[in-house]
């Protein structure tokens, strides 16, 4: 992390107010197109760009950071590309893990990650544990996410909780919601980026960015770094939230 690599960052002080922000990363394909490489030379670079931005969370003021890595329906594209996808995944974690920890990365993954290769999931859950302690920022990996999915599973875990006599359903709130959803462990999301152009919510976070303020930018995934990241959050600084109030 910062001990690598020394991202110069524009100035911006972590009074900005976002404690968590949370980035579809959008463009790796078109960001290898361009360039006349493969789709997973695109991804490839998304995942340098993955250690670029978790480098400066703290930096930057974030307690959590939560990135869009494999989507729910991301199970429709190739089986190489998927392939590609898991083992960029596996390899980031064995590569990164102990530097994420050294750091003070708190590790954790927020999606339906238990039906993946069982070597994989020894592989995530090792890490979570391994991070549980540390004190922060947190970098939750979005991992077979779709919030539709989410919602089906937290309807369905209140749902046994009301079947067993431990709730009565009268008494599920927002808050009950949120404590049976993927996010329960982690803050309130204040920013949700898009990069690469592309203006849409994808399945993404759809509870936990009622709120939010969202941030579009062309600029490729792959091209994303600590600066991108700093303008982003200059640009929520700005923002004028109400919450529905005036
Ligand atoms: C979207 O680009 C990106 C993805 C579906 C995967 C994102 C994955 C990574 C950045 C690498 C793995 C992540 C970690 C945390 C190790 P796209 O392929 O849809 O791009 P395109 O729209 O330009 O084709």
């Known amino acids: 992390m910062a001990s690598r690599i020394k991202t110069p960052l524009p100035q911006i002080a972590p009074d900005h107010g976002a404690r968590h922000v949370a980035i579809i990363m959008d463009g790796n394909g078109r960001w290898a197109k361009k360039r006349l490489l493969p789709r997973i030379a695109g991804h490839r670079a998304g995942v340098d760009a993955v250690r670029r931005i978790a480098r400066v969370a703290r930096e930057l003021g974030l307690e959590c950071l939560t990135l869009y890595a494999f989507s729910s329906e991301n199970w429709k594209r190739p ?18 893990l102990e530097e994420f920890h050294a750091n003070g990365v708190r590790l954790q993954v927020i999606g339906d990650y238990r039906v993946l290769e069982p070597s994989l999931v020894d592989l995530i859950e090792g890490a979570m544990t391994r991070t549980a302690g540390n004190d922060g920022p947190t970098i939750a990996i979005a991992l077979n996410y779709g919030a539709q999915d989410e919602l089906v599973r937290m309807a369905q875990t209140l749902a046994r909780q009301v079947q067993a006599g431990e709730i009565s359903a009268d008494a599920i709130g927002r808050a009950q919601v949120e404590a049976a959803l993927d996010t329960a462990s982690l803050p309130p999301l204040d920013l949700l980026i898009r990069t690469s152009g592309e203006l849409r919510l994808s399945n993404f976070m759809l509870w936990q960015a009622a709120y939010a303020e969202l941030y579009f930018t062309d600029t490729l995934w792959p091209d994303f770094d600590g600066e991108a990241l700093a303008r982003a959050l200059a640009a929520f600084k700005q923002r004028d939230r109400r919450f529905g109030g005036l």
Do not use: P, W, Y
């Open 79 to 96: 089986a190489e590309e998927v392939s590609d996808l898991m083992g960029l995944l596996r390899h980031f974690i064995q590569a990164d």
